[in-house]
């Protein structure tokens, strides 16, 4: 199978490249060889290599820098996946979109989960791209996989573990003050991307959620990692009021893997397993790295 992936320098690109090239032919154009919101380049490149499946990890993530209405930045975040999805249709080949909790509000009572079939309902700017570049991908692509997933992170790129790394070794002496009301599941990136081709090899269809089995706070994520590995360094709950931020996060980003499950392709793992596993192969590199920032 030849699978062109788009977003391969980012953090679940990355991993998405480490994952897919063991067993299938990967070819992951850079920005400058295909930008995605130009229409004739994505059909000529389809066209030139001619892909089984199209996978596409490449985004705009900074959701507070979405509130500033940049054109660019909607046309990365759903123009982008509109033309790959009008393309893959025309080359009958399948599209794989990544999207986000971010397109539910977040106010579902604790425990309860959004499911696949609930209806969208975004708080942000970047949420409401996200739901955009779903409709666009569902309106323009017979055979499309969308997938849904939150608070990931991987050894590649920024993510919240990293920044907590980076404060706590930034400013030894200050305790680390942590929301402990936002809910959610933290995600490697590398078992995202296993799932990814499960999905994509069961010549899946639709839209699915993708996220760690279980859930915690922020609050109890960041303890987890800090004293995993052995850091000194004092965590104390606090709530999101407490640290305001430009876009508004949903409080629970829970998202049940239920389509998964149901067709039994759920491969995803407790968070706590993952991050342990993660953190023995990483922590000291991310540390070291934290340190130096």
Known sequence: MKIML?????????DCMAVFSQSHEV???????????????????LQSVSPDVVVNCAAFTDV????????M??????EGPRNLAQGCARFHCKFVHISSDYVFDGRKAIPQPYFEDDPPKPISLYGKQKMESEVAVRDNSPNYIIVRTAWLYGVNGKNFMTSILNNALGNKKEPLKVAEDQYGSPTWTYRLAQQLLKLIEEDARGTYHATAEGYCTRFEWAKF?????GLDTE???CSMKE??????????????NRN????GLNIMRPWKEDLAAFLDQYGVQLVEQAEKS
């Open 6 to 14: 788009l977003g391969a320098s980012g953090m679940l690109g990355s």
């Open 27 to 45: 070819v992951a154009p850079s920005k400058k060889e295909l930008n995605i919101i130009k229409w004739d380049l994505v059909i000529e490149k």
């Open 64 to 71: 507070d820098a979405c509130e500033d209405k940049d054109k």
């Open 73 to 78: 930045i909607y046309k990365i975040n759903v």
């Open 225 to 229: 990692v800090i004293e995993k590995l």
């Open 235 to 237: 965590v104390i709950p």
């Open 243 to 256: 640290f305001p931020q430009r876009a508004k996060r949903p409080a629970n980003c829970l998202l049940e």
């Open 260 to 263: 998964l499950k149901e067709q």
